[in-house]
């Protein structure tokens, strides 16, 4: 079985990417031929800084590395060194309706946070995504919820693809976690964490230091009440006992035994406790392998040529079921 999964080099990775994707990478090369991409290209569609975007790659690799993703038993690369990703994202643009793009909620969401420009990148973004996964006949996609729609526009577009031209691609299942597929933010509760519009407080950064982690776990928003269980009207709470299952690799419903009748000053602390030794490893890791960028850049260039490998094949059988440029 073939997993892919893309991550972007954007801003510093909170706990919400780390437990709804990041340890689904990590899991993955036990369980398949795991292929990830760090996709600068995505990174692009928003207003951005070249320094820095370069920045922020190695920043990303080194967390990947550090979370246990490991080149020699995963393909990890560099979307940007890949041409075929953009090649493919116009080929398959024959096939994926405007409106449907046009009904994606990232799009909108993203779209009206812009103040200059809305580019035709943002709109476009879900089909890079599907040339991503689809360049590499890929069966599994693991994302965190809020990526679900953007994998069944994926699956359409294949089967589109596949029906109009002849079978050519996979068609992806995603891959979301029961638990854990959407964190939200500490400080607003009804909203997903996230690296865009989320309040600086109600963000656990994978590289904050224990003391800021604690603070921001213990000052979350709760409700009034006084008990540990998950439930419509207290989105706080049902917040932190899915991050505590999660991160003692427990079911919800223990965590909300193992707190009964104790409170909420108790559960936090237990939760800033947990969550602080849980992303310890992967920041001190971080700390030593961040300073040595030939060796991050040398790693992404190894894993570029494992992807081309399987990206050129796929790219060729695209452009000869469609016609285009000159037959094989
Ligand atoms: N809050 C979340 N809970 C669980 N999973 C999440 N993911 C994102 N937020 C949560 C998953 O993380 C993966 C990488 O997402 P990305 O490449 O879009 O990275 P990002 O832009 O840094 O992620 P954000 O926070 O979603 O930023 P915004 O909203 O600003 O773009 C994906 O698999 C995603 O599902």
């Known amino acids: 079985m073939r997993i892919f999964s893309g991550i972007q080099p954007t801003g510093r990775k909170h706990l919400g990417n780390y437990i709804g994707a990041i340890t689904q990478y990590v899991a993955g090369q036990d369980r398949g031929e795991a292929i990830y991409c760090i996709v600068d290209l995505h990174a692009t569609t928003v207003p951005y800084d070249p320094v820095e975007l370069r920045e922020r790659m190695y920043d ?22 890949v041409a075929e990703h953009t090649e493919l994202c116009w080929l398959l643009c024959s096939v994926t309706a405007f409106g449907d793009l046009n009904r994606m909620h990232q799009f909108k969401e993203k779209a009206g946070a812009q103040r200059e420009l809305v580019s ?12 991503d996964v689809l360049l590499y006949r890929a069966h599994e996609v693991p994302v965190g919820d809020d990526q679900r729609q953007h994998v069944e526009l994926m699956r359409d577009i294949a089967e ?31 909203r997903k964490m996230a690296t865009t519009g989320g309040t600086p407080q109600g963000t656990v950064y994978v590289l904050d230091d224990p003391k800021t982690i604690e603070k921001k776990v213990r000052s979350a928003v709760t409700d009034s009440g006084s008990d540990v269980v998950r439930a419509p009207d207290k989105p706080g709470i049902s917040n932190l006992v899915e991050v505590l299952a999660v991160v003692r690799g427990i079911a919800p419903e223990e965590v909300e035994r193992e707190f009964a009748g104790q409170g909420y000053g108790a559960f936090k602390a237990a939760v800033a406790e947990a969550v602080v030794e849980y992303l310890r490893p992967v920041r001190e890791r971080y700390e030593q392998l961040r300073p040595d960028q030939a060796a991050l850049e040398a790693a992404l260039a190894a894993g570029a040529e494992k ?4 990206a050129v094949p796929t790219l060729a059988d695209v452009r000869e079921a469609m016609g285009v440029g000159a037959p094989r």
């Open 120 to 131: 035709a990148g943002l709109f476009f973004y879900p089909v890079l995504q599907a040339a």
């Open 160 to 190: 589109r693809f596949n029906s109009r031209f002849g079978e050519t691609l996979v068609v992806p299942e995603h891959r979301i976690p029961d638990v854990g597929a959407r964190i939200m933010d500490l400080q607003e509760p009804e």
């Open 307 to 310: 992807a081309r490998a399987i």
């Open 60 to 81: 990303t690799t080194a967390v990947l590395l550090a979370a246990g993703l490991d080149p020699e038993r995963c393909v990890l690369f560099r979307q940007g060194d």
